[in-house]
């Protein structure tokens, strides 16, 4: 019997699956520029953000800076007011009015805070301008980056980034001066004296402003920022937008000038690609509304442009609503369906709380007190027979000019100030604590505590303020 020897097949082990990246390589933008009105509007938009911004902490009011955000001296100084922690409430009114403002801008015309004054579209646009002053036009920063190391590419790089690190680190610096007197914090910097934190702030602040501007970029708009996500809750089909015309570009072929474009059956839109090449986070707006627009209308800037080279009529790409668009609505009545019941609400609520909020400044009493009570001597026997108790009270002067003020109480019957005698007097925009001892006959309340007060006014009576206190009587 003959045995076989039997082979065993082995099979080949399968080809391994190509890899599939879970997420695309972000790819730069080089966004190109454009001159137009709304490239103009962008420009004068940094001007004046940045002359308010660089320039306020120099402004003098008087003898102090015209804004100042003492937080060492817990003191906040806005024109002519001179505010306290105890007035965190105007801050809050602000801070609301500022986010309603943000509503109503957007049901009305979109991002046009994002496109037009938004810190990081103003610096953004500011880097930009270095780096095509550097290294050159679209194409030739294209090139520059794509060719080989060399000592051109190095120079032009070093240069570029030299210069957006001085503009980070004088933003940093500023934005500092609002916290500490500017003037004092440049002779600090000069003496190499500035404090840690102060130090810290500037290159804080400056790195942000290097970072986000510098590389971020678009990048700052499209994933970082909330806004961009929660725009959608305040846009509906009569907010302004820049839309593009798909009824008049479509179909959309490149053709030479001499071209009709009706007896080519094509549209105006001849697919040059400048709406794209010009937008700050790389997007084509022929794709329809998108949340990474930012409604800067650079787009129609270059889209207009083009179409006075063809002899097309200008307004391919605009500003448009939904609505608009799809019924051919003329200005006028683009402009009426702005006057819709959420744009009358939203203007409503806001002009009450501006005038609210005014009001309450107006009628403000610049003279805030705090009461303590003396912990080491609840209440007390002194001579003549008489109970007295101890407080401390904190006055604070709000005005620029030093004050006189004097105390007096009322609660209970034979209620008298034993001290102090004298007027009491303040400094400007500083705070005194006062030592106050009150006493009542011994006999004259029952025992327990009583409701008193503290009424503050000013010697020349122009403000006065009453603040509520409990007097004890032991039993």
Same mark, same amino acid.
């Given at each position: 019997m003959t045995r076989k020897t039997v082979i065993p097949i082995v099979s080949a082990p399968p080809a391994a699956a190509p890899e599939v990246g879970l997420y695309e390589a972000t790819k730069k933008i080089y966004p190109r520029s454009v001159q137009g009105l709304f490239a103009r509007w962008r420009w004068a938009m940094v001007f004046l953000t940045q002359l308010v911004?660089?320039?306020?902490?120099?402004?003098?009011?008087?003898?102090?800076?015209?804004?100042?955000?003492?937080?060492a001296a817990r003191r906040f100084y806005i024109f002519g007011l001179v505010l306290y922690p105890q007035d965190l409430i105007y801050l809050s009114g602000l801070l609301v009015i500022s986010a309603l403002s943000l509503f109503l801008f957007t049901a009305v015309a979109g991002r046009l805070w994002c496109g037009y004054a938004c810190p990081q579209t103003v610096y953004t646009e500011m880097f930009l301008?270095?780096?095509?002053?550097?290294?050159?036009?679209?194409?030739?920063?294209?090139?520059?980056?794509?060719g080989a190391f060399s000592l051109e590419k190095l120079v032009k790089k070093a240069f570029k980034h030299l210069v957006w690190i001085g503009i980070a680190l004088w933003t940093g610096f500023t934005f500092v001066g609002y916290f500490t007197p500017i003037r004092e914090l440049g002779m600090a910097f000069l003496q190499t004296q500035m404090g840690s934190w102060e130090v810290f702030w500037?290159?804080?602040?400056?790195?942000?402003?290097?970072?986000?501007?510098?590389?971020?970029?678009?990048?700052?708009?499209?994933y970082m920022c909330p806004y961009a996500r929660f725009q959608s809750a305040m846009f509906d089909r009569d907010t302004l937008i820049v839309s593009y015309?798909?009824?008049?570009?479509?179909?959309?072929?490149?053709?030479?000038?001499?071209?009709?474009?009706?007896?080519? $059956? =094509?549209?105006?839109?001849?697919?040059?690609?400048?709406? &794209?090449?010009?937008? @700050?986070?790389?997007? /084509?707006?022929?794709?329809?509304?998108?949340?990474?627009?930012?409604?800067?209308?650079?787009?129609?800037?270059?889209?207009?442009?083009?179409?006075?080279?063809?002899?097309?009529?200008?307004?391919?790409?605009?500003?448009?609503t939904q609505n608009g668009m799809e019924a051919g609505w003329s200005r006028r009545q683009l402009w009426r369906r702005v006057l819709r019941p959420r744009v009358l609400v939203y203007t409503a609520l806001l $002009? =009450?709380?501006?005038?609210?909020?005014?009001?309450?400044? &107006?009628?403000?009493? @610049?003279?805030?007190? /705090?009461?303590?009570?003396?912990?080491?001597?609840l209440a007390r026997i002194v001579e003549g027979g008489r109970l007295e108790n101890v407080y401390r009270l904190q006055i604070m002067n709000a005005t620029e000019r030093t004050q006189h003020y004097r105390i007096a109480a009322r609660g209970i019957d034979g209620l008298s100030v034993a001290s102090p005698?004298?007027?009491?007097?303040?400094?400007?925009?500083?705070?005194?604590?006062?030592?106050?001892? =009150?006493q009542v006959p011994y006999g004259a309340a029952p025992?327990?505590?009583?409701?008193?007060?503290?009424?503050?006014?000013?010697?020349?009576?122009?403000?006065?303020?009453?603040?509520?206190?409990?007097f004890l009587v032991p039993r």
């Open positions: 911004f660089y320039g306020m902490p120099w402004v003098e009011w008087g003898e102090r800076q015209m804004v100042l955000f003492d937080l301008w270095v780096e095509q002053r550097i290294e050159g036009n679209r194409s030739a920063r294209i090139r520059l980056d794509a500037v290159f804080f602040y400056g790195f942000a402003t290097y970072g986000n501007a510098g590389f971020m970029r678009e990048q700052v708009c499209k015309d798909p009824r008049r570009g479509e179909p959309r072929a490149p053709r030479r000038k001499n071209v009709d474009p009706r007896s080519a $059956a =094509l549209g105006d839109c001849i697919d040059c690609s400048l709406c &794209v090449q010009v937008c @700050p986070t790389g997007i /084509d707006i022929r794709q329809g509304l998108q949340y990474e627009c930012i409604g800067c209308g650079l787009c129609v800037d270059a889209c207009d442009s083009v179409m006075d080279k063809m002899g097309y009529a200008p307004r391919l790409i605009r500003y448009d $002009a =009450l709380l501006v005038a609210g909020l005014l009001a309450s400044l &107006v009628a403000r009493t @610049p003279l805030k007190v /705090d009461v303590v009570r003396d912990r080491a001597s005698d004298e007027a009491i007097e303040v400094e400007p925009a500083q705070a005194r604590w006062v030592a106050v001892r =009150l025992a327990g505590s009583h409701t008193v007060h503290f009424d503050i006014r000013q010697a020349d009576g122009a403000a006065q303020v009453s603040e509520k206190a409990v």
